[in-house]
């Protein structure tokens, strides 16, 4: 049932692909008509994510760690990347220092789902603890060879997939909000967020690296500058939250949420499938 899901909505973002292609192509008088105005896609089925975190709900799982031990900052500044930056499991694991640029405040994500590379900002407060964590506490943990790993486990080697997942599963399950989930909790949050903050659709999805989404794809050279002033949107982005700031306006249609939540439920659901058991 899970592969069938999986199947019927990448054929539905191929045909809408297509459809798109053919629409800019019309109204750009390189063809005349468009022959796939009448494709019809198929019927997606309601996706929406079975948790979302609201941002006090954010803050209390955030005060869980311990951030006077040298776990406990890890696990805090690895709540912070997740909830900022929207990454993937995957990709915060492959993390390297060499990957984060604290000038600029922004994060290389190598590699990502699909083989691709792409450049994030970070929040100001996720910066400040991920600093902090590679300051303060990843001395006390690394062993040699150091592979230069942002996050490594309490042995002094890279964290792997599923103690990761356990970790922060464990953390939510700490913090008493009443809700189950791990780090793709986070993914979903942050875009929730975002959009109720007012964020651009389309710019979520460059951050989220949803790269074959129709409303991305005519966006693929987003700069970093844009998305920096996006991430503004973002409740956690700032060491003080500041109030009344104006919000970027964007084409968010209905259609557009709908891809954008379907394409988070059928990672989460791959993700969960392909995650080790312990």
Known sequence: MKASTSLIFKLYLRLQSIKAFYRWLTRSNHVLSNPAADIDLPKLEKRLPRDILTISEVEQVLSVPDVTTPLGLRD?????????????????????????????GVIMIRLGKGKKDRVLPIGERALAWLR??????????????????????????????????????????????GKRGSCHLFRHTMATHMLEGGADIRFIQQMLGH????T????????????????????????????????????ETEEAREELFSTLAVEEEEEETNSPKR
């Open 76 to 104: 805090r500044a690895i709540l912070e990347t997740l909830y900022s930056t929207g990454m993937r499991r995957g990709e915060l694991l492959g993390l390297r220092l060499t990957d984060l640029n604290p000038e600029t």
């Open 216 to 251: 991305t794809e005519i966006y693929t050279q987003v700069s970093i500058r844009k998305l920096r002033e996006i991430l503004a949107t973002h409740p956690g982005a700032r060491l003080k939250r500041r109030a009344g700031t104006e919000s970027p306006e964007g084409d």
């Open 211 to 214: 790269a074959q989404l129709t």
């Open 132 to 177: 902090k964590y590679i300051t303060d506490a990843r001395p006390q943990l690394v062993v040699e060879p150091d592979d230069g790993a942002i996050f490594l486990a309490y042995n002094g080697t890279p964290l792997i997939d599923g103690s990761l997942g356990e970790v922060v599963r464990n953390l939510i399950l700490d913090s008493k909000v």
